[in-house]
């Protein structure tokens, strides 16, 4: 007689629950403690890491804290509709997708880029490349001398995808590494802030980006890299599913503030 698969399945399954964080992230007893109410400034906004506060209530008053023409996003909020209900009129939950892949089985490309190069950031000027994208972009920037004091030794990853011929920066994304940044039991990464310029003309330098930061992490033992798409973002989903991500259950939470408008305001019905 056959054996029965239904235990085999379960604990499959709550294998996969466990590893998507629908539970709470709780230290390990051998390394540091997680650092609680972790928050992480990132130039255009703060990311607050929501599975690290206890209690819904100072979520919300860091989500308050919020400074003018920035953009602050609660990430890894398991139970939004908990946390909306403590300031509705305040706070919305991002209309995204959070998409996860896995460095212990990713392998990078055999073909190589051409007609440009990825690299670390290695100057102010790289920054103010930087933010001449985003401004394109119509994304927030951040000051340039922010970025380049977060070169060494910080929770942030800036790289840069450089003309071969020209010199000049034609994309950029930022990684954040979760280890540093709040001691993350998890051994975590995310990727944030991809851009390209409009005028690039080289195919293939958003992909390339994301492979060498996903790269980038795997090198340092890092378990995964999540990151946060539009959900009718159709284009960058298909990229990131053919790189090997896999969507899991996270979500964000932000602050009401002009920035943000266009995500938690009705749009005006289409005229026929």
Known sequence: ??????????????????DEGLKPVVGGQDGPAITENAILDCGWGRLLFAQTYPEAGPLIEALRAEGPDRRDIAFYVRNPHVLLAHAPQEVF???????RLDL?????????PRGFTVRRLASQADAEAINRIYAARKMVQARPDFMWSQR?????????AEDSTTGQVMGTVTG?????AFNDPENGSSLWC??????????GIGETLVRRLAEHFQARGLAYMDLSVMHDNEQAIALYEKLG?????????????PINESLFTARPPTRR
């Open 194 to 203: 991809l851009a390209v310029d409009p005028q690039a003309t080289q195919p």
């Open 176 to 180: 954040v590494n979760h280890q540093r």
């Open 1 to 18: 007689m056959a054996s029965d698969p239904r235990p085999r399945f379960k604990g499959h399954r709550l294998k996969r629950l466990r």
């Open 245 to 257: 991500f896999r969507r899991v259950s996270f979500f964000g939470v932000k602050r009401k503030n």
């Open 152 to 160: 060494e030794g910080s929770a942030l990853t800036y790289l840069v």
């Open 93 to 99: 939950l991002d209309p995204s997708h959070t998409y």
């Open 104 to 112: 212990s089985v990713y392998r990078a490309a055999r073909r190589q």
